[in-house]
């Protein structure tokens, strides 16, 4: 897959407003890790997806985590059975100070990742 996308993208072959192979890629920067003449495709997917993004295009479970995350500071829902693994643990009960959120909602707008229309 990265090979192929890696070679669309260069090639200009490739929609960003449509491109769906972008967002299949799980960051993992094992091809970055295995190239041995320095390519970083991570990266490249991570520019395509900044660009997708800005167009429109970003898959809807995305859109909520960020959404989630601008919100409450965490970008997957503290679900019950995480609140009696840490009870069990002994771990703290997670918690984002308002303070945390109020940067957390600074930041987002100060970045990319507020140019993309998330609502
Ligand atoms: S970062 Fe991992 S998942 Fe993404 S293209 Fe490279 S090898 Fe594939």
Redesign the pocket.
Known sequence: ??REVMERATEEAMLLREEESIWL????????ERCQLGVD??FV?TLLRQAAAAMGNCPRHLVDEAKLFQASGFSFPSTGMTKKLRKELGLPELCVSHKAISEIQSIVKRTSMGRVDIE
């Open positions: 897959m990265t890629c799980v960051m993992c920067n094992s091809c970055t495709p991570a997917i």
